[in-house]
């Protein structure tokens, strides 16, 4: 049983625990020694997360990649199982967004509930990477492969990106790296730039919206693809860009995708998003940084049409998309999730999974 809980701050608990009863002192002191370390780049991970210290972030993921291979499926899957017992619910739910494989519960897989605020505990969707919203989403074939780390350009905060040139992409052009480029920073906001970056991986930076305009200003008049126009303001775009705490390789996508999450949270205003007054658009910012479904982003952003409940073994079969459960949201692109910049490949194929893809035959 665990020998007790440490908390920190209110958001951040810790805690020790035994190691039960091994055959031999060298096996305890052994495991003793493995769970440990998991542990302590656990304890690490979830601080430089709630800190936005991305690089940090990364380089701890790394580590906890490479500890878990050197010890081997068996072993760490042993480590975690110990780490579960007794812990808190907030802990559980920050390993779960890590280790979903390792978490096979069951997740509602009914479509309606995403339009709304449906899905999740307490009524939230869409996860917020680790919101107290986890009910599942397990694995059928072993989870995720080991993380991916992609480029290795220096990494830097999106919240300055607020400039995009309109034209600055060519229709058609894909950015050099979709993954690390532009990636979410903050846990909450997974379901929008899950849905924004398959927008990309589908269409291009280009393609996502019709048409943008942007003033002396900086304000930007946007045409989505539904026909509908959306005018963002630039101090709509700097208040957009500050929340969503993006972070990347690539400043001119950060400053793209801040400028659609900041479309986003007009429409969220616009429309009222979770009851808010329609008139504070901080409001609307945190109504969707709170977690959220993938869809209601594709919803906001003209795709309502455009996208189809889909198998998620077609997305593991290299079409675009999105993939839910309660606890996070994923694009996958090329086969691969994108799980905060990090590209785990050979997606998952659980049914129970929510999957969104783009429609057939649609520009």
Not at 176 to 187: E, I, P, R, T, V
Not at 198 to 217: C, L, T
Not at 277 to 304: M, Q, V
Not at 307 to 314: G, K, L, N, T
């Amino acid at each position: 049983m665990w020998g007790g809980l440490i908390s920190g701050n209110r958001d951040q608990v810790y805690w020790h625990g035994g190691t039960g009863a091994p055959r031999t002192e060298e096996t305890r002191d052994s495991i003793t020694k493995d769970k440990d370390a998991v542990l302590k780049l656990l304890k690490e991970l979830e601080e430089a997360q709630k800190t936005s210290k991305n690089q940090t972030v990364q380089d701890l993921r790394d580590k906890l990649n490479d500890l878990r291979k050197k010890l081997g499926e068996e072993k760490f899957k042993e480590i975690i199982e110990q780490l579960k017992k007794d812990a808190p619910n907030s802990w559980l739910e920050f390993m779960k967004a890590l280790f979903p494989e390792l978490f096979p519960d069951d997740v509602s897989t009914d479509a309606e509930s995403q339009t709304g605020r449906g899905g999740g505990i307490g009524g939230s969707g869409g996860g917020g990477g680790g919101s107290g919203r986890y009910e599942g989403g397990g694995v059928d074939r072993g989870g995720l492969a080991l993380g991916e780390r992609v480029g290795n350009l220096p990494v830097t905060a999106g919240t300055h990106q607020t400039n995009f040139e309109p034209g600055s992409y060519k229709p058609g052009e894909m950015p050099k790296n979709l993954f690390s480029g532009a990636y979410q920073g903050q846990a909450g906001n997974c379901g929008a730039i899950s849905a924004c970056k398959a927008m990309i991986a589908q269409y291009g930076p280009a393609g996502v919206f019709k048409d943008i305009k942007r003033d002396s200003a900086g304000n930007y008049d946007v045409t989505l693809k539904d026909g509908k126009h959306v005018r963002v303001t630039q101090a709509q775009y700097r208040e957009s860009a500050a929340k969503a705490q993006l972070w990347g390789q690539d400043p001119k996508l950060l400053g793209f995708m801040n400028l659609m999450l900041a479309v986003n949270n007009v429409q969220a205003m616009n429309q009222r998003n979770d009851g808010v007054s329609g008139r504070s658009f901080s409001e609307a910012i945190n109504s969707i940084n709170d977690g959220e479904w993938a869809k209601e982003t594709f919803d906001r952003l003209g795709y309502k049409n455009l996208v189809e409940r889909v198998s998620p073994s077609e997305l593991a079969s290299g079409r675009p998309g999105t993939l839910d459960s309660s606890t996070h949201s994923v694009a996958v692109m090329g086969r691969s999730e994108d799980r905060w910049g990090t590209r785990f490949r050979d997606a998952r194929t659980d049914p129970n999974l929510i999957a969104w893809g783009f429609k057939r035959g649609y520009a």
